[in-house]
Each structure stands twice: as C-alpha cells, then as structure tokens.
C-alpha cells in the first residue's frame, strides 16, 4: 500500500508534472491524483463558520441517538423485544463505528460537501465513476432529506402526542393534525437555518450542552420513582409480536430501532466545506460523535426497559409514544411528564436544525456539478448570508411534500425511518466497496489524507459493507404480518420510484450533461488546462505553509 503523503500542492504539481502537451495524463497510474485535485479545487465557495467544538456538537447532536432511541424503542419492543433493544443496540453500534471510520477515512481524502458522490467519482473504476456517481448523488440527496424528514416529523407527532396526554378528554387527534405541526417544524428550522446561519454554530454547542444534560434530567428521575423491571426480563427476554413466523426476521426488523439511533454519520462530512482544517476535524468528530452518542444511547436503553412498567400499557398508549405512557406513570405528574418530554422535543429539533443545513449543502454541490435541473439556480450562494438559501428551501418544499404520507398511512414514521436508512446504508456501502477494492487490488493507490485506517482499513471497511447490506435488506420489510394498506412499509415502493426517476433523468439529462465532480479530468482529459488557473485547497493546515510559499509558482 502507498502511504505516500504529500501536500494538496505537491499533490497538484505532480499531476501537472504528468501531463503531456495536449493535456492528458501521460500515466494512467496517476489518475486517482488527477480525480483527487478536481474535487480539492471545488473549495473555497462558502463560509467557514465551523471548528472542532462546533462541528462535533454539530455531529453528535444530528445524530440525536439516546432521544431517537428513547421516542422510537416500541419498534425493538416489539419485534425483538429487549434482547434487540440491548444486544441489538451493540451491534449497531459496532456496525455504526466501523461505518463511520470507513466514511471518515474518505472524508479526509475528499473532505467536500458532496460527500458519497464525490468519493464514489474519485475511487470507482474510471469508466463507471460518473454514472455511478450520478446515482450516488441524487440518492444520497433523497437520503438526506428523508432523515430530515423523519426527524421533523418526530418532533411534531411528540408535540401532538403531549396534546393529548394533556386533553384526552377533549382532544380528538387526526393524522392531518401531525402533518400540520410537521410543517410548522419545517418552517422553524428552515428560518433559523437561513437568518440564524451567523450563531449557527453557537447553537449547535447549546445543543450538544443540552443533550448531555437533558440526559441525566430524564435518566434520574426515571430510575429513582419508576417501577423496577426484573434483569431476566431486560437482559433475557424476546418477543415476536409483529406476525413474523420466524423469530430471526423479528428480530433483524427490530434492528431498525437500534440502528435509526445512529442514522445520519455522514452530516459532518457534508458540511466539510465550512470547516477548518477540515480534512482531519470532519473524520474525528465523526469518530467522536458515534463513540458519544453509543455511550448515552446504551444508558438510555438501560434505564427505559428496567423502568418500563406495564408492557402493554406502554405500548397501547393513545399519545402514541410509550416513552410518554413511561414518563407519567413514573411521576404521575402532567408537569413533570411534560418537563420530561419537552427535553425529547427540543434535542430532536436541534437534530432536524442540523439533518437541513447538511441536506442543503449536499443539493448545492450536488447542483455545483450539474448534478440537478436548473443547477445554476441551485448552485447560488447567497451573498448576504454566505450559504445556499435556494437550495436550503428548495430541500425545505420536498422535505413537507413528504409529510403528505403520513395522511394515508398509520405507519408514516415507519416507513420514514426505513426510507432514511435504506437510502442511508445504499450511499454508504458503494464507495466502502470501491476503497476496498483499491486496498486489495495491487497498483489502486490512493491520495491518503491524513486521517486514515491503516492495517485495519481492509476488516472495518468488510463489516461496513456486511452492515450495511443486512440494514438495507431489513428495513425494506413491513414491521407488521400480515400486510395491509395501513401497515405496510412503503419505503421500498418510494425508493424503487427514487431509483426509476433517478435513471430516467440519467438518459435524458445526466448522460449528456453530467460530467460529475471530477469533470475536469473525465470530461476532455484535459487535465492541465483545467487545473492551472485553479486553487486547491489544503488538505489540512500543515499544507498552509507550503502552499502559501509555491502559490506564485506556474506550470
């Protein structure tokens, strides 16, 4: 394996050094270093308004896992029951970690707003890197809104789920009512994520801050007055109450709980291009943010099934939300349920404040490369507020069109989540395959960053990509059997309709007019006139210093 470092322009004046006088690289073995520098050159475009603290409150608090985990544990409970809930919940994390450091690892090489389609186009074979990439943009794009999605639509049903804890008697709940609120939501984030972008990263400290304190205000007062549940049963027990003849199927649906609780490790990477030194800070918070997150989520799983109660009761409970039904029949106080509650409420919407800022970015660099209808249009940055705000609303309109399936469906939010991951774990195992590749196969050298895996690269990126395969082939499947119109998971309908629009628009806009992030070297091979009157950034901040000292030098 080369472990070869060079600086962004060292890395540059080779390329240019192995051109010829029409421009094309003399030596093919040189191509990834062409593809690296095309991607590198897109920076410089946007604000910077992110460090380390920021950016890993930012990570930790998209992913939202001990509150996700906490709203959203009924579907474990239920297929699986507590042995999915603890053992499940590790396994995810493992999975979980090693998908994060195989991204991470990429994310140093290319740390660009693109994110999976920008890795896709530089480490998949040459003559497939911009129809693959093509693909892994408009999915990872869909992707990324379905989590923002799923998280807004979470804070909203919790809101109204309080309602009617509070008004039982005179409250008569309607899914048009959840997808009201579910708009309402959406209108905040986007507005705060527009005006707000100059405290952005100050509120995502707050968050991180809240997160780690509302934690300990619902886990004290939930183990001190909550009714004990035995170890057998949390440490123990299975349950299959979804219909499913086999019990393994039960039990790898329930995963869905466990594995949603870490869904959205690649935000960072989206918004590398608003980081310093971000080759290096994107790939630890990232690393960070897992580690964090599977720390309070583990606790939280914990506390909940041995403070249970009443199984049935919780999960009959007409709010919707057992963790509500848990929370009073600890207290058995409205003001201190509502107390509990509201803290659930506040971390999620944090989380679906940061899921839209990383959404944006992704359909502005996505749109950067030609990648979306009218891309000039969505390309724009703003200059008052220094970000993409077109792209930002135009995530915002598809974002609430989505909420509209919560109007035919009782399990919208199901079908969510498992679009979210099922989009999620596709983006993530395509460019897992291709660096895998690359390390096996000899004379597939890759540019490193300075953050990478090392001897370790070759096992962590085989369970990345066994993960990710047994999360995409599970969560297609209904949490209930038998199937009917009102059960049924449609994430695998409005998937498949995802891939069917994504291929037509390849024939009749992407094949013609999609040169992908590495254009400058796939569209004309010629690489040399491409890159000459072009900055590229430093990969990390020990370049600053040798680029500053050649950036007056010319080939």
């Known amino acids: 394996m080369n472990t ?12 240019l050094s192995n051109t010829g006088s029409d421009g094309r690289l003399r030596n093919e073995a040189f191509d990834l270093d062409a593809r690296t520098v095309a991607i590198l050159s897109k920076r410089h475009q946007i604000s910077k308004n992110f460090g380390f603290t920021s950016m890993l409150s930012f990570s930790t608090t998209v992913l939202v896992s001990w509150e996700a985990f906490a709203v959203t544990f009924q579907g474990g409970l239920i297929n699986g029951g507590p042995s999915t809930l603890v053992y499940g919940l590790i396994f995810s994390f493992f999975g979980s970690l090693a998908t994060a450091a195989s991204l991470a690892e990429m994310a140093s090489i290319s740390p660009t707003s693109g994110g999976q389609y920008h890795w896709v186009a530089l480490l998949a074979p040459n003559r497939y890197a911009i129809l693959f990439s093509w693909f892994a943009g408009w999915i990872t ?8 999605a799923s998280v807004a639509f979470l804070a909203a049903t919790m809101i109204q789920g309080l309602i009617i804890l509070n008004y039982s008697e005179t409250y008569v709940p309607q899914l048009w009512h959840g997808t009201l609120m579910y708009w309402a939501v959406t209108v905040v984030i986007v507005l705060i994520n527009i005006f707000g972008i100059r405290i952005f990263p100050h509120l995502e400290t707050l968050a991180l801050i809240l997160h780690v304190i509302f934690f300990f205000c619902i886990l004290v007062p939930l183990v001190h007055l909550a009714p004990r549940s035995s170890a057998d049963f949390v440490f123990r027990s299975f349950a299959n109450n979804g219909g499913w ?3 393994g199927v039960s039990w790898c649906i329930g995963l869905l709980t466990s594995t949603y609780a870490f869904s959205g490790v690649d935000g960072a990477s989206h918004m590398a291009e608003e980081v310093d030194n971000a080759a290096i800070v994107v790939p630890r918070t990232m690393i ?19 403070c249970i109660g009443d199984v049935n009761a919780a999960l009959d409970t007409p709010t919707g939300f057992p963790i509500i039904e848990i929370f009073f029949n600890a207290t058995k106080s409205y003001a201190a349920t509502n107390a509990m509650v509201s803290a659930l409420i506040i971390s999620i919407f944090f989380s679906a404040l940061g899921l839209l800022a990383s959404a944006s970015r992704l359909i ?12 000039r249009y969505f ?6 507020f220094g970000i993409p705000v077109r792209a930002i609303l135009w995530s915002a309109v598809i974002i609430m069109i989505l909420g509209l399936i919560n109007l035919g469906s009782t399990t919208a939010f199901n079908a969510m989540v498992s679009l979210a991951l099922l989009g999620q774990y596709t983006t993530y195992v395509l460019p897992t395959i291709f660096i895998l590749v690359r390390r096996i196969r000899p004379g597939k050298n890759i540019p490193w960053g300075p953050w990478e895996l090392g001897k370790w690269g070759i096992p962590i990126n085989i369970f990345t990509i066994a993960f990710s395969f047994l999360t995409i082939a599970f969560n297609v499947l209904p949490p ?10 449609y994430a695998g309908v409005v998937f498949g309709a995802a891939l069917i629009i ?3 628009l390849w024939f009749f806009m992407g094949k013609n007019h999609y040169a992908g992030p590495i254009k400058e070297v796939m569209e004309n091979g010629n690489i040399r006139s491409a890159l000459l009157n072009r900055e590229v950034e430093p990969l990390h901040k020990d370049d600053t210093k040798h680029d500053s000292a050649n950036s007056t030098e010319r080939v």
């Open 4 to 15: 070869q470092r060079l600086t962004s322009d060292e890395l540059r004046q080779r390329v």
């Open 141 to 148: 794009a869909f992707m990324r809104i379905a989590v923002t």
């Open 245 to 247: 003849s086999s019990d």
């Open 288 to 306: 960070w943010s897992i580690i964090v997150s599977g720390v309070l989520c583990f606790g939280m799983s914990i506390a909940i099934l041995f």
């Open 364 to 375: 502005w660099a996505f749109a950067r490369d030609d990648g979306l209808p009218f891309p």
């Open 379 to 384: 390309a724009h940055v703003d200059s008052r």
């Open 480 to 489: 209930y059997f038998p199937v009917n119109a009102t059960n049924m998971n």
């Open 502 to 504: 994504c291929a037509v």
